[in-house]
């Protein structure tokens, strides 16, 4: 059985799976039996296949009870399982935007200035009760990793410390609208009052990550 993909979507699954996963969608929830029935599988595969997809956290199950024998699970999508899905936010908030720029260009930059603000806000909170430079640099990865980054970070020899994001959760709109990466630099650098924070890689440059150094005061130059 094909192991998922550490980050998953409906396309690359595997055929079972998928078409699994796109009949819970569609009924809202069933048992193995009905679900080897549209699929033309058995039974014993489909509860296979649903094991696998519990494993990862994508479907869980019920107990039915009232009939003759054991009770019958019935299964249904988590709320995990909404990210396999494909989303059109990203098509929405450029138009939403677009519309905003025609109107007033100066209303855009406070769009983005406020998003903005409020990130820094949050992040303040969470910083607060982080001592040291590196559990802050920690709890920054930790927080872009929550907005769908991706991020990791890592302490450098020489002192500075890296934070990479493999994945942009803002891609569709920055591809169109350059306050969003702008917006992603000022956020750093305004959590970080204490260091110098550069982008040495950046997905809208043709690389495949975004990556940002940074570098404590005080560090050798």
Sequence with gaps: MAAMP?????ASLPST????????????????EELAGELGITASAVRQHLGGLVSHGFVSHREMK?????????????????SLFPK???????EVLSIVADEDPKLLELVFERRRDR??????????????????????????????YLAQWEQLDDGTYRI?????????????FGQACASEVEFLRSILPDASVERTSHMMAGA???AYLITPAGAPG
């Excluded at 550490?6 to 409906?10: P, R």
């Excluded at 799976?17 to 009949?23: E, G």
């Excluded at 059109?88 to 450029?94: A, E, I, K, V």
């Excluded at 949050?122 to 910083?127: D, E, F, I, P, T």
């Design 88 to 94: 059109s936010y990203s098509d929405l908030t450029n």
């Design 17 to 32: 799976r998928r078409a699994i996963l796109v009949n819970l969608k569609k009924r809202g929830e069933a048992r193995a």
């Design 164 to 176: 990479t994001e493999h994945n942009c959760a803002v891609l569709g709109v920055a591809r169109r």
């Design 119 to 148: 990130r820094i806000a949050q992040a303040q909170l969470r910083l607060e009760a982080r001592a040291t430079f590196a559990e802050r640099v920690a709890e920054i990865a930790t927080i872009l990793d929550e907005d769908g």
């Design 66 to 82: 009232g009939g003759p024998g054991r009770p019958k699970h019935v299964y249904s999508l988590t709320p995990e399982a909404e």
């Design 6 to 10: 550490e980050t998953a979507s409906l």
């Design 208 to 210: 495949h990550r975004c």
